[in-house]
């Protein structure tokens, strides 16, 4: 499996996945912690972005502190990839948010694109695509072929759960893309849900199943 996937094994983060996890939970609930998880996978997404120097005088005194050196975009596949955008916001107050809409046929379960709202030109210097769900891996390839025709040059996708055969298609087809999950599940069903994953991260948030 690739180099390039990273899972929170944080007890915090295993711990809200069992909220997400249990089909008791209901969408308020379950839209709190997708919040609250998206916020730690961020952190851990964006550990390794360049800082700039920056010179602030403290009460006491001057001191050299930092800021981030590039500006990072938020792109949420809709609809499951809004519930993300708050808890990433949050870590990131200032990134720009781009929406993409992708729905998954479900006889074929190809993405089916319904939205674009990329400016014409990138704006950021670093994209983290936003989906709970990992599963074929379709919509998220879809996504980031977008990005790089726009000409997004360090994409990362940061989800919640991923199946194996969605991890090796990224990876496969974006070697360079780092995958950040809270957890690597074990298979897709022959109707391309993850198993146990949690199953419709739309429907669940939203309250549409
Ligand atoms: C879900 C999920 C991903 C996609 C993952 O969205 O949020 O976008 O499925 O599946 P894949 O890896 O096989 O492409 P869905 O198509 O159900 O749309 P929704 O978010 O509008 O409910
Ligand atoms: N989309 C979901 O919301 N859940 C899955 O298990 C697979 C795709």
Request: overall charge neutral; proline content about 7%.
């Amino acid at each position: 499996m690739t180099t390039q996937l990273h899972i929170c094994h944080h007890p915090l983060a295993q711990h809200k996945l069992a909220i997400l996890r249990d089909q008791k939970t209901e969408p308020k609930k379950f839209r709190e912690v997708v919040r609250e998880l998206a916020m730690m996978l961020v952190i851990e997404a964006t550990s390794d972005l360049p800082l700039t120097p920056l010179p602030i005088t403290t009460p006491m005194g001057a001191t050299t502190g930092h800021k981030l050196a590039e500006n990072v975009g938020l792109i949420p596949i809709l609809r499951a990839g809004l519930g993300m955008v708050e808890g990433a916001l949050t870590m990131l107050p200032f990134a720009e948010v781009w929406h993409i809409g992708l729905y998954r046929d479900e006889r074929t379960l190809r993405p089916v694109e319904y939205y674009n709202k990329l400016p014409v030109s990138p704006t950021v210097q670093v994209c983290l695509v936003l989906d709970p769900m990992l599963a074929t891996g379709g919509s998220a390839v879809a996504t980031v072929d977008i990005l790089k025709r726009w000409g997004a040059q360090r994409i990362k996708f940061v989800g919640l759960i991923g199946a194996p055969e969605g991890v090796k298609k990224l990876s496969e087809a974006h070697p360079d893309v780092q995958i950040y999950l809270a957890a690597l599940d074990d298979h897709l069903n022959d109707i391309g849900y993850i198993v146990p994953g949690l199953g419709d991260a739309g429907d669940r948030q939203f309250g549409t199943a």
